[in-house]
């Protein structure tokens, strides 16, 4: 069983929509958790960063984190065609693990 | 906004050889670099933690004697992948990192550099 797993979609939403992104894991241990965004041939951006569990609000995104699921989630509202990208999720302990990514795509 | 630059951006070298990459943030200082790669199609791996002034703590499963990491200066960490094979062509990502709180910290992102050994 992988340590991180993620949908690699790809997922397509029109403009404006409400978009969730998701991630689960196996280790118990993780403390840490992020979001990443990634365009293409750029090194990926931290979007959200979240310690143990709770949600976390910053502008359009919103992350979740329940541990007891082992589940988290990111919220985009309000989706722009800007947002198009590959989400990454991550997670850390005494390792970091990686989700393989989702690839968005807004359309206008 | 804070900005990391990587350098060289693209390099092919031979088989046998070494490499070294450059990680610079150019206009604040980090006092730890995070490097990475990703092979095509494959998430992104974190490799080590560099921190100024001290030895890289790599993760589980990265060879130190083969990828030498450097933090000399608050703004500089270097990575060289020693004896370079083909398996080791991938996409290496550096990051710079702000501490401000368990939950505050702000992490900037090199555009990678991408390694072809032939």
């Known amino acids: 069983q992988k340590e991180v797993e993620q949908d690699p979609g790809p997922l397509s939403v029109p403009e404006g929509a409400i978009v969730s992104l998701n991630c689960t894991y196996s280790n118990s241990a993780f403390q840490y958790f992020m979001w990443y965004r990634q365009y293409s041939r750029k090194g990926p951006e931290l979007l959200m960063y979240?310690?143990?569990?709770g949600n976390k609000e910053d502008g359009r995104f919103t992350a979740q984190v329940d541990k007891s699921s082992k589940y988290i989630s990111l919220f985009i509202r309000d989706s722009q065609p800007s947002d198009s990208a590959t989400y990454l999720c991550?997670?850390?302990?005494?390792?970091?693990?990686f989700g393989t990514g989702t690839s968005l795509t807004v359309i206008p | 906004g804070a900005v990391v630059s990587q350098h060289p951006s693209w390099v092919i070298c031979k088989s046998g050889t070494s490499v070294k990459i450059e990680c610079r943030s150019l206009?604040?200082?980090?006092?730890?670099m995070f490097w990475y790669r990703q092979f095509p199609k494959q998430s992104l791996m974190l490799m080590a933690t560099?921190?100024?002034?001290?030895?890289?703590?790599?993760e589980q499963g990265v060879e130190k004697d083969k990828f030498l990491i450097n933090h000399a200066s608050l703004t500089l960490s270097t990575l060289t992948v020693t004896s370079a094979h083909p398996e080791d062509s991938s996409f290496y990502i550096c990051s710079a990192i702000i501490w401000t709180g368990p939950n505050t910290d702000t992490q900037y992102f090199g555009p990678g550099t991408r390694l072809t050994v032939l």
């Open positions: 979240t310690y143990s569990s």
């Open positions: 560099s921190n100024e002034g001290s030895k890289a703590t790599y």
């Open positions: 991550a997670m850390s302990g005494n390792q970091f693990y």
């Open positions: 206009d604040f200082q980090a006092t730890t």
